[in-house]
């Protein structure tokens, strides 16, 4: 298996809206009711995507196993609640599909992450993560993360805790 990591493109809107869709749904779907799962969903558009690629705030990075999309991470600023230090960027979403778990796609995909918020002079990362999503907890804890505080995100209008996570880079 080879893991090419690459810029994402506005082209790749549809693609990274695919793996985002995927990627969800199979981590998260059987938390939510249909309704507020539909109601979520209903927002992740390739349009969506595609504004988000072309604002230069945003930055992506699409992970390729043997040519076929594994994954993707999206960095850009600080959005969540609560204090926030100067110079902090926030990791938005890292995904990897089900069949490159285990393959090293996501240490990739954060190893980019981290030079990248580098890159924009950010001392700090942050993001949030499902309460119960144990082993992407575990992944961002290896990495230096620590829990700040609380976090509700919404999907329809089902509130999801969560937490918010940073790291001092």
Known sequence: MTIMLRDVTVDDARLVCAVFTTGFKATFAHLYAPEDLALFMSQVTPDAFMREIADPEFRFQLAEVDGVAAGFAKVAPPGL??????????LRQLYVLDQFMGAGVGPALMDWVI?????WGARHLQLSVYVDNARARRFYEKRGFRVIGPYKFMVGNHADEDVIMRVKL
């Not at 609640?81 to 926030?90: H, K, L, Q, S, V």
């Not at 030079?115 to 890159?119: G, L, M, P, R, T």
């Open 115 to 119: 030079a990248d918020a580098k890159a």
């Open 81 to 90: 609640p609560g204090f926030t230090p100067a110079a902090t960027r926030e």
